[in-house]
């Protein structure tokens, strides 16, 4: 693996509770490497979402990113930046797509000045030529009618082209690294694909490396180079693409490559492994899976897993893995 | 489009007729025209003057129905008070008042001109304080910032308008001695002299629940989802607050405040009386208490006339201000 674009260390992000901060994500480790597609999966509510917000750094008040997390970028740590600078960074060198194209865009400013304010906050280009760069880029992301669709507002189009708007507005400053949170999660299933393709295609010419969320391991398959599996506020599983396709080391992971086909409809709920993902603050002592575990023993319940490293490019955190119990098959 | 404004005026001539209609009514519920001829011509006045009195002003009709005129003829109706009262109000002949004997007309010439230089100011400023200060505590909230001018909100909802007039007059008009404590003059030199105290008390009044309003609208704004695209474009605080959650917030605020726009010319009745401004607000708390019939039922219809001006224009600018918007 060559040396990487962006790599997470340590990344804990709280929210205030009751009694004490509620962690909601909780020492992420992630890294991307210039070009490379990650995919992060996981259900619902493991967090997925608020570790992208903490990549960007969206994360405001009352939640707080923790002391000791780490977001190397080109190998500064973005978390340490002045605010001023780290807009430089935001939307230029690093873009990102939201879950819900119907209310990502501002409701009163029509689509083309929208993109065109992504570009002008960044570069000193006119207005007029700015605005025929958001031609070429609604054209390229496949808007029809690009010339009239800039002026139209975001309430006249479909949640499809709402989605082209948002992935052209990101694309606008070829940025070495696309964030996508569930792009396609709230479309329909026939422009899922075509939303699918278009990013792999954008990426791969401008060559960005994409961090993919997902709850579906199909997009997996298709897009992605490795896979990070996310599981109450942890990653439990790294690898390969080949590795989670073709030997996921985690109950976890194992169960979410079963249910393919079934993923596909909304909400990403799992119908092979029984129950949901606990809630932040409701996370089980030990390994917090071993409620929904098919293999659980005694040690997963009061012992937390380690990570363990199964090969070169594959890690996993797992019980199991340490040989503490006998081989599930 | 077409359809809508006709729809609106239909809906706005019965309001104006359920208004007039209600106004008699009540008004008759708890006074009646003796009452009214006797406030006018004093209680030691003839008898001979006080008949005189009800014939010229019309009051020696009955209400609802003139039984000097048989059953089949139309004037058992028509010469009536009822009657005599739309015909006034509709054909905008408002008549001299029950007090005084000027025409009303006139009197509202001569009001309405220092009642928007009180309601007009205070209008404008109240607006841009309230807007900028609400956009500022949203900014900085759930900070000290914030939680602090929640309080003075709070306090200064609790204390009621008259008491900042009282104490307004007090401690910058006797006190300071800044400005006149009330009183006003047409010239535009001394006016804003007379003026500066009831608009500035206007403001401290209308300040607290106006913040707390805008505040509430800015603060889902900032929670919307368009808002985080903003911030993930690499917008700064201040373009995104200005530019984005201002625009939006916009929405809501002005289609609340230009409700208010067509009432700033009946003026502010606590205000105009308590400041001596002679406003149309002063003509109708005087009217009130002189049992003015005429010149009140004027106001009345005026203003119900304002409120449908007033709904009109609070959808045009709804439909001016978000295009998702359309009249129909
Ligand atoms: N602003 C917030 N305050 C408190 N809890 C939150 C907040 N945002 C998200 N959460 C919680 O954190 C968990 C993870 O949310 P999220 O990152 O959106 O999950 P995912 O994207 O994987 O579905 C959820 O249980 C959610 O309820
Ligand atoms: S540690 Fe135990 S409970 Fe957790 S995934 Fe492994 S076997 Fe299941
Ligand atoms: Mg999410």
């Known amino acids: 693996m060559s040396t990487p674009l962006l790599s997470v260390e340590q990344l804990t992000v709280s929210a205030p509770g009751a009694a004490e901060r509620v962690r909601i994500i909780d020492g992420i480790g992630l890294a991307v490497s210039p070009g490379e597609t990650l995919a992060l999966v996981g259900e619902s509510g493991c967090g997925k979402s608020m570790t992208a917000l903490a990549i960007m750094r969206l994360v405001s008040p009352p939640l707080r990113i923790h002391a000791g997390s780490r977001v190397l970028f080109e190998g500064r740590d973005i978390l340490a930046l002045p605010a001023t600078e780290m807009r430089t960074v935001r939307g230029a060198q690093m873009a990102m797509i939201f879950q819900e194209p119907m209310t990502s865009l501002n409701p009163v400013t029509r689509v083309g000045a929208q993109v065109q304010e992504a570009i002008t906050l960044h570069s000193d280009v006119s207005p007029f030529a700015a605005r025929m760069q958001v031609i070429d880029l609604f054209e390229m992301v496949g808007i029809p009618d690009p010339h009239k669709r800039i002026d139209a507002y975001p309430h006249q189009l479909s949640g499809g082209l709402k989605q082209r708007v948002m992935i052209a507005m990101a694309m606008a400053l070829k940025p070495r690294l696309l964030i996508a949170d569930e792009p396609t999660t709230a479309l329909d299933a026939t422009i899922r694909a075509q939303i699918l393709d278009l990013i792999r295609n954008l990426t791969a010419n401008t060559g960005t490396a994409v961090l993919l969320i997902t709850h ?35 109950p976890y992971a194992q169960g979410l490559l079963k249910s393919i086909p079934r993923a596909e409809q909304r909400g990403g709920r799992l119908e092979e492994i029984q129950g949901v993902v606990p809630r932040p603050g409701q996370w089980p002592e030990g390994c917090r899976f071993h409620t929904r575990c098919p293999y659980v023993f005694d040690d997963c319940v009061f012992e937390p897993p380690a990570r363990t490293i199964v090969s070169a490019t594959q890690a996993a955190r797992c019980h199991l893995l340490t040989g503490k119990a006998l081989d599930p098959a | 489009m077409a359809a809508y404004l006709v729809r609106r005026l239909v809906y706005g001539a019965f309001t104006v007729l359920g208004v007039l209609l209600l106004l008699f009514v009540l008004f008759f519920t708890v006074t009646d025209p003796d009452d009214i001829a006797r406030k006018a011509v004093g209680d030691r006045a003839k008898a001979e003057v006080y008949v005189q009195w009800k014939k010229n002003h019309g009051y020696d009709r009955p209400l609802f129905v003139n039984s000097e005129h048989g059953v089949a003829d139309t004037k058992r109706y028509t010469d009536t008070l009822l009657f005599e009262h739309f015909r006034r109000m509709l054909t905008f002949d408002f008549g001299r008042s029950d007090a005084d004997g000027t025409p009303i007309a006139k009197r509202l010439r001569e009001g309405a001109g220092p009642s928007l230089s009180l309601t007009v100011p205070l209008f404008v400023l109240g607006l841009l304080v309230g807007v900028v200060v609400s956009l500022f505590v949203a900014f900085f909230r759930e900070t000290y910032i914030d939680r602090s001018m929640l309080v003075v909100c709070m306090l200064a909802m609790s204390i009621a308008g008259l008491l900042y ?3 307004g007059q ?24 007379f003026l500066a105290l009831p608009v500035l008390v206007g403001l401290v009044s209308g300040f607290g629940a106006d913040v707390r309003l805008y505040r509430t609208v800015f603060i889902e704004e900032m929670n919307r989802d368009y808002v985080r695209t903003a911030r993930a474009k690499g917008a700064g605080d201040a373009r995104i607050m200005v530019r984005h959650v201002l625009r939006n917030a916009l929405i809501p605020i002005l289609t609340n405040v230009v409700l208010a726009i067509p009432f700033l010319f009946t003026g502010a009745l606590l205000l105009e009386s308590f400041f001596g401004i002679p406003g149309l607000g002063s003509l109708t708390v005087e009217a009130i208490q002189s049992n003015d019939f005429a010149t009140l039922r004027t106001m009345v219809f005026l203003g119900a006339l304002l409120f449908i001006a007033g709904q009109l224009l609070t959808d045009i600018s709804y439909a001016l201000a978000d295009p998702r918007v359309r009249l129909s």
Not at chain 1, 222 to 247: C, F, H, N
């Open chain 2, 170 to 193: 007090f401690l910058v008009g006797t006190l300071l001695r800044w400005f006149p404590i009330s009183g006003f003059d047409p010239d535009p030199a001394v006016t804003a002299r």
């Open chain 2, 165 to 167: 007039i009282i104490g």
């Open chain 1, 216 to 250: 579906d391991f199909g997009v997996v398959n298709e897009l992605a180079d490795r896979v990070a599996v996310m599981y109450a506020g942890q990653i439990v599983e790294e690898g390969t693409r080949e590795d989670l396709l073709a030997r996921p080391k985690h």
